[in-house]
Structure formats: structure tokens, C-alpha cells
């Protein structure tokens, strides 16, 4: 079992920055890669970042490359996703899970909503 809080979101004007963090707890995400997930308004929850669990393979989706960072932190259970060059179009609800994820240790989410 793993639980996950996320945090950091907030309301930004387009061009701005926000950090978004994820604290996981429990056994299960003792290496296991991490993930996070974006569900906008009216549309299916969508893969956004991840990492793995030594930090040393990253990969995005293609409308965040060059513009969205996810990085491990100390301790180890921290999962950051630095978000710069927001657009309107990443409103949404932000989630953090595994990777690849488990259908029962979505979290509340955090949302981040840019203005244009």
C-alpha cells in the first residue's frame, strides 16, 4: 500500500512557474519509479512526467519537454514536478502516483490553474 499527498498547486498567469510536490509513504513505493498525472476538465486523466526510482531515467509527455522537471528529493519519498512557461492549457487537477500507477493510491490531487 502507498499513500500520496501532492501539494503546490495555485492559481498563475500564463508565463508563470509553480512547483508541485509529492510526499509518498508506505512500503510499496521502496523502489518503485514515480509518476505524475494531469486530469483537465471534461477529459480522461493523462501521463505528464516520471522517474525512476535511482533518478536516472526521466521521461515527459510531449507538450511538457523543455518546459516541466521532475526531480527525486531528500528524502528520498519527495517527488517534485517544477513547472515553468505555464499555459492555459495545463489546468488541471495534478496527481502524483507510481509508475506506472495503481488504481487505488490516487491521491486528492492539487490544483493548478493558469490564466491567460
Known amino acids: 500500500q502507498v499513500q500520496l499527498v501532492e501539494s503546490g498547486g495555485g492559481l498563475v498567469q500564463a508565463g508563470g512557474s509553480l512547483r508541485l510536490s509529492c510526499i509518498a509513504s508506505?512500503?510499496?513505493?521502496?523502489?518503485?519509479?514515480m509518476g505524475w498525472f494531469r486530469q483537465a476538465p471534461g477529459k480522461e486523466r493523462e501521463f505528464v512526467a516520471a522517474?525512476?526510482?535511482?533518478?536516472?531515467?526521466?521521461r515527459y509527455t510531449d507538450s511538457v519537454k523543455g518546459r516541466f522537471t521532475i526531480s527525486r528529493g531528500n528524502p528520498w519519498n519527495t517527488v517534485y514536478l517544477q513547472m515553468n512557461s505555464l499555459k492555459p492549457e495545463d489546468t488541471a487537477v495534478y496527481y502524483c502516483?507510481?509508475?506506472?500507477?495503481?488504481?487505488?493510491?490516487w491521491g486528492q490531487g492539487t490544483q493548478v490553474t493558469v490564466s491567460s
Open positions: 508506505g512500503r510499496a513505493f521502496v523502489g518503485s519509479g
Open positions: 502516483n507510481l509508475d506506472p500507477p495503481r488504481a487505488g493510491s
Open positions: 522517474i525512476s526510482w535511482s533518478g536516472g531515467s526521466i
